[in-house]
């Protein structure tokens, strides 16, 4: 019987709201057994960019990502927002250990083709997840709290979104455990309709969400977190929840399911 591991993915809205924050590392701090934290900060690295007098722009709730972007992004998603969590996480008792992609060839990428007419600049798409350097980490009792950058095995870092991050990591360590996949944000859940947090949708499955993809429903950055999920599920993954940052228990929110 396999062991149970949960992995949080923590957006980047809630990196940005220090109650949120507080309160979902408490939550996963008391998470028993295994786990794993995978963070964005999209948030911190567009406030960033706009300082340093950068343009933003974003495509289907990604980011173009040139190499001044590349710049920003890995100062802040590998340094500021990584470190921060670990020293938060070492202060409620969880000995963490900051990663990105590259460190310990976790998490090898290849650079995505211009599609549609889109270049994407250095953004990664995920092609092999190390399940044995990450369980290795687990099981001598750190835990991996994994920046959303990885590398293409070439020396170059990529920028890859946090969402197909946790997706792919969670896909590669459930051949070894039982893995709940959790996707925090600062919503209840996935909405019916984006202004009433009481109209969360229990439950998505591939047809659901080609409908609701069809019709508005739901779109931008939603778009690649069930993508993803689905993924994930498609994959092997016991559970995947999309929920609430101060409600990482998996017990609300939106399931994924087949």
Do not use: W
């Amino acid at each position: 019987m396999k062991e149970k591991l949960t992995l949080v993915k923590v957006g980047g809205a809630v990196v940005e709201d220090e109650a949120q924050l507080t309160q979902l590392l408490r939550d996963f701090a008391a998470i028993p057994g295994r786990k794993v934290l995978v963070h964005g900060g999209g948030r911190r690295a567009t406030k960033t960019a706009e300082r340093l007098g950068l343009e933003t722009r974003m495509v289907g709730g990604r980011r173009i990502t040139d190499a001044d972007m590349l710049e920003v992004v890995t100062m802040v998603y590998g340094g500021l927002v990584n470190k921060q969590v670990v020293a938060r996480l070492q202060s409620v008792g969880v000995n963490a250990l900051g990663l990105t992609g590259a460190d310990a060839n976790v998490i090898v990428s290849h650079r995505r083709p211009p599609k549609d007419g889109i270049d994407y600049g250095f953004v990664g798409d995920v092609d092999h997840v190390s399940c044995d350097t990450l369980s290795a980490l687990i099981e001598a009792g750190l835990v991996p709290v994994v920046a959303p950058l990885t590398h293409d095995g070439h020396g170059n870092i990529l920028n890859t979104n946090a969402d197909t991050m946790a997706s792919e990591t969670a896909k590669a360590l459930a051949t070894r455990y039982d893995v709940t996949l959790v996707f925090s944000f600062e919503k209840p859940g996935v909405l019916l309709r984006p202004d009433d947090d009481a109209s969360v949708i229990p439950v998505i499955r591939r047809a659901d969400y080609d409908r609701y993809r069809a019709d508005g429903t739901i779109s931008g950055g939603m778009l690649p977190k069930i993508e993803n999920a689905l993924s994930a599920v498609d994959a092997g993954v016991s559970r995947v929840v999309i929920t609430l940052a101060t409600a990482i228990d998996g017990q609300h929110g939106t399931v994924i399911q087949r």
